[in-house]
T-cell receptor
Framework: NAGVMQNPRHLVRRRGQEARLRCSPM?????VYWYRQLPEEGLKFMVY????????ESGMPKERFSAEFPKEGPSILRIQQVVRGDSAAYFC?????????????FGEGSWLTVV | ELKVEQNPLFLSMQEGKNYTIYCNYS?????LYWYRQDPGKSLESLFV?????AVKQEGRLMASLDTKARLSTLHITAAVHDLSATYFC???????????????FGKGTLLTVNP
C-alpha cells in the first residue's frame, strides 16, 4: 500500500523559471493538502483540494502560486517565476475524509532550491 | 493568529537519559499532534491527542495534553540513538469535528542522542 507519493524529490530552478511539484495521494484518499516548510521553520498550510475543486487556499501566496487536483492524475503545485524565497520543502498530505479525528498522511516532500 | 512554540529547539542528550520537550500554544484547541521527521524524509505521525488529560505512550516516548494550560509534553525515557530526529508538535485550532488539516506547526525540536 503505497503512501503519498511526491515528485520530484529535489528540484533546482533558476530565478524566473517555473516549478511544478506533483503529488499522488494514498490509495482511497480524495483529499489533498499542500504544506510548505521554510528552513528552520515548522510546516505551514497552503491549500486543500479535492478532485477538481479548491476547498481552502487561505495559506497560498496571492501571486505566482497555484494548485490543482484534476479528475485524473496527480495534484500539482505550480510556482511561476520562482524567487530565492521560494526555496523550501513542499509537503503534500492526504486523507480519506476531511474533518473530525482523521489523521492526515504526509509524503516525503519535494525540496525546491532556487539559484 | 495561532502561535505554537516548542522548546527547546535543540536538544543534545546522552543515551539512557530522560528529557521532556514542551509545546505551548496560544488558542483553544483540543487536538494536538506529534510528528517525527528524519533528515530529508517525511513526517511520521507519532501521537494524536484529542482531549484534555490525554496521555499516549509508544515505546520510549510518552505524550500528554493539558488543554487548560494549552500545553503538551513529549517525554523521552532512557533515550537511544535511534530517537535522533526532529520532533514537531502541531495544533488544530478548529472546533471539534471541524477541519483536521489546517494544522499550525511548531518550529521543531532537533534531538540528538549521543552514545
Amino acid at each position: 500500500n503505497a503512501g503519498v507519493m511526491q515528485n520530484p524529490r529535489h528540484l533546482v530552478r533558476r530565478r524566473g523559471q517555473e516549478a511544478r511539484l506533483r503529488c499522488s495521494p494514498m490509495k482511497g484518499h480524495s483529499h489533498v493538502y499542500w504544506y510548505r516548510q521554510l528552513p528552520e521553520e515548522g510546516l505551514k498550510f497552503m491549500v486543500y483540494l479535492q478532485k477538481e475543486n479548491i476547498i481552502d487556499e487561505s495559506g497560498m501566496p496571492k501571486e505566482r502560486f497555484s494548485a490543482e487536483f484534476p479528475k485524473e492524475g496527480p495534484s500539482i503545485l505550480r510556482i511561476q517565476q520562482v524567487v530565492r524565497g521560494d526555496s523550501a520543502a513542499y509537503f503534500c498530505a492526504s486523507s480519506p475524509f476531511q474533518g473530525g479525528r482523521n489523521t492526515i498522511y504526509f509524503g516525503e516532500g519535494s525540496w525546491l532550491t532556487v539559484v | 493568529e495561532l502561535k505554537v512554540e516548542q522548546n527547546p529547539l535543540f536538544l543534545s542528550m546522552q543515551e539512557g537519559k530522560n528529557y521532556t520537550i514542551y509545546c505551548n500554544y496560544s488558542t483553544t484547541s483540543d487536538r494536538l499532534y506529534w510528528y517525527r521527521q528524519d533528515p530529508g524524509k517525511s513526517l511520521e505521525s507519532l501521537f494524536v491527542l484529542l482531549s484534555n488529560g490525554a496521555v499516549k505512550q509508544e515505546g520510549r516516548l510518552m505524550a500528554s495534553l493539558d488543554t487548560k494550560a494549552r500545553l503538551s509534553t513529549l517525554h523521552i525515557t532512557a533515550a537511544v540513538h535511534d530517537l535522533s530526529a526532529t520532533y514537531f508538535c502541531a495544533v488544530d485550532p478548529s472546533p471539534s469535528g471541524g477541519s483536521n488539516y489546517k494544522l499550525t506547526f511548531g518550529k521543531g525540536t532537533l534531538l540528538t542522542v549521543n552514545p
